[in-house]
């Protein structure tokens, strides 16, 4: 079992950054795959990126590629999710997911534990 709780969300304008954090109760931080979504107003939630259970393997959504970086310290029993060249459209409520499983997974229904949310609005 844990808990999830994110923050960093915020205003930001195009073309800015923000970092994302998911801070996670619990000893066993390490057993767990770790990802980031998003749904914006009247979408669908979508897979943002997601992270292996000790960090040496990341898989990103194609929308965020090469602005978004997740990364995990299992020390800290935190997930980051560090955001450039923010757009318009990565406007959402970002929430972050943990899962017992091997692999990093993609769909809403392959994580057990979520985070209430952060929100993101980009400004343009």
């Known amino acids: 079992q844990v808990q999830l709780v994110e923050s960093g969300g915020g205003l930001v304008q195009a073309g800015g950054s923000l970092r994302l954090s998911c801070a996670a109760s619990?000893?066993?931080?390490?057993?767990?795959?770790m990802a980031w979504f998003r749904q914006a107003p009247g979408k669908e939630r979508k897979f943002v990126a997601g992270?292996?259970?000790?960090?040496?393997?990341?898989y990103y959504a194609d929308f965020v590629k090469g602005r978004f970086t997740i990364s995990r310290d299992n020390v800290k029993n935190t997930v980051y999710l560090h955001m450039t060249s923010l757009k318009s459209e990565d406007t959402a409520v970002y929430y972050c997911?943990?899962?017992?499983?091997?692999?990093?997974?993609?769909?809403?229904?392959?994580?057990?534990?979520w985070g209430q949310g952060t929100q993101v609005t980009v400004s343009s």
């Open positions: 997911a943990a899962d017992l499983r091997l692999d990093i997974a993609t769909r809403n229904n392959e994580y057990d534990y």
């Open positions: 992270i292996s259970l000790s960090g040496a393997r990341t």
């Open positions: 619990g000893r066993t931080f390490s057993s767990y795959v």
